[in-house]
């Protein structure tokens, strides 16, 4: 079993920059997948990025590729999402999540990630 919680969301405006963390328990968070997912008003929870259990493989949703950034540190069990130039699209509830059933392939299908987070609200003003 894995708990996950989301820190670091907040209120800025287009152009700025927030760092999200996820705080993981459990001795097996090493061996997932984690992934960022996000979901605004009225839309369907979308992909935004995943990493490999070395994270020596990232994937990211075209949307964001070149402005989010997103890493791990299996010694702290977190995993971070560095969101710069936001735009007020990126506005949502980001979700962190665990894929217990893979190490390497970043699956990119809510559907396949077995842990989640409660989410941590990002508002990008315009």
């Known amino acids: 079993q894995v708990q996950l919680v989301e820190s670091g969301g907040g209120l800025v405006q287009a152009g700025d920059s927030l760092r999200l963390s996820c705080a993981a328990s459990?001795?097996?968070?090493?061996?997932?997948?984690m992934g960022w997912f996000r979901q605004a008003p009225g839309k369907e929870r979308e992909f935004v990025a995943g990493i490999s259990w070395t994270g020596g493989r990232t994937y990211y949703a075209d949307s964001v590729k070149g402005r989010f950034t997103i890493s791990r540190d299996n010694a702290k069990n977190t995993v971070n999402l560095q969101m710069n130039s936001l735009k007020p699209e990126d506005t949502a509830v980001y979700y962190c999540?665990?894929?217990?059933?893979?190490?390497?392939?970043?699956?990119?299908?809510?559907?396949?990630?077995?842990?989640w987070g409660q989410g941590t609200q990002v508002t990008v003003s315009s």
């Open positions: 459990g001795r097996t968070f090493s061996n997932y997948v």
């Open positions: 999540a665990a894929d217990r059933n893979h190490r390497v392939v970043v699956a990119t299908a809510s559907h396949e990630y077995d842990y």
